[in-house]
């Protein structure tokens, strides 16, 4: 059973530039959250969805920040017109209820020059 | 809002000693989840162990091991024999029972030294 998938793992951006992070769930498993980390920090929470539905998304920037899990398909989380300050390791992880424990992609690292 | 908090920035280990890092949190809710990842150097989010509030019995992995204290609101991590590829970041945890999110500590980093 092949774990959470996340790509790309290194993303490099410019400011102003549009950034898509995908994240593959565990098979089975239809609860989807991301998450980011800046550096010498510990995670902070984003968005919860399940398929087709954003169910919390209260740690999410209200602007240039969105996140879908469709029917097929990855759950994308775009982020527009990148600045500085979005650089971090931004982590996806699956579940297959809300009881269950969250298992982690590898993450990926965004940089914005 | 609930907190996590994890006081030790930094812990150093002998190899095969035993070690215990800290973590406190805070929470009105009376079920509850708690977690510790590790985050090796790679950055992988590893989960070491977890502990459903509603058991008393304190969860174990192998020479993993929790001591898991509802009424002071504490849930430290016990590694036993520590061996040098337990270097890394220590993550705490926190899941309510709707689990809409994990809710962080700020880790602690620990070294291992031969």
């Known amino acids: 059973n092949a774990g959470v998938m996340q790509n790309p793992r290194h993303l490099v951006r410019r400011r102003g530039q549009e950034a898509r992070l995908r994240c593959s769930p565990m098979?089975?498993?239809?609860?989807v959250y991301w998450y980011r980390q800046l550096p010498e920090e510990g995670l902070k929470f984003m968005v919860y969805?399940?398929?087709?539905?954003?169910?919390?998304e209260s740690g999410m920037p209200k602007e240039r920040f969105s996140a879908e899990f469709p029917k097929e398909g990855p759950s994308i989380l775009r982020i527009q017109q990148v600045v500085r300050g979005d650089s971090a390791a931004y982590f996806c992880?699956?579940?297959?209820?809300?009881?269950?424990?969250?298992?982690f992609g590898p993450g990926t690292r965004l940089l914005v020059l | 809002a609930q907190t996590v908090t994890q006081s030790q920035p930094e812990m150093s280990v002998q190899e095969a000693e035993t070690v215990t890092l800290s973590c406190t949190y805070d929470?009105?809710?009376?079920?509850?989840?708690l977690f510790w990842y590790k985050q090796p150097p790679s950055r992988q989010m590893i989960l070491v162990i977890r502990?459903?509030?509603?058991?008393?019995q304190n969860a174990t992995e192998n020479r993993f091991s929790v001591n898991f204290q509802k009424a002071a609101k504490s849930f430290s991590l016990k590694i036993s024999d520590s061996q040098l590829g337990d270097a890394a970041m220590y993550f705490c945890?926190?899941?309510?029972?709707?689990?809409?999110?994990?809710?962080f500590g700020g880790g602690t980093r620990l070294m291992v030294k031969p």
């Open positions: 098979k089975g498993h239809s609860h």
């Open positions: 969805l399940q398929k087709e539905n954003i169910i919390d």
């Open positions: 945890a926190y899941h309510n029972n709707a689990g809409n999110m994990l809710t």
């Open positions: 992880a699956s579940s297959p209820n809300t009881q269950e424990t969250q298992y």
């Open positions: 929470t009105s809710e009376s079920d509850y989840y």
């Open positions: 502990q459903e509030a509603y058991k008393q």
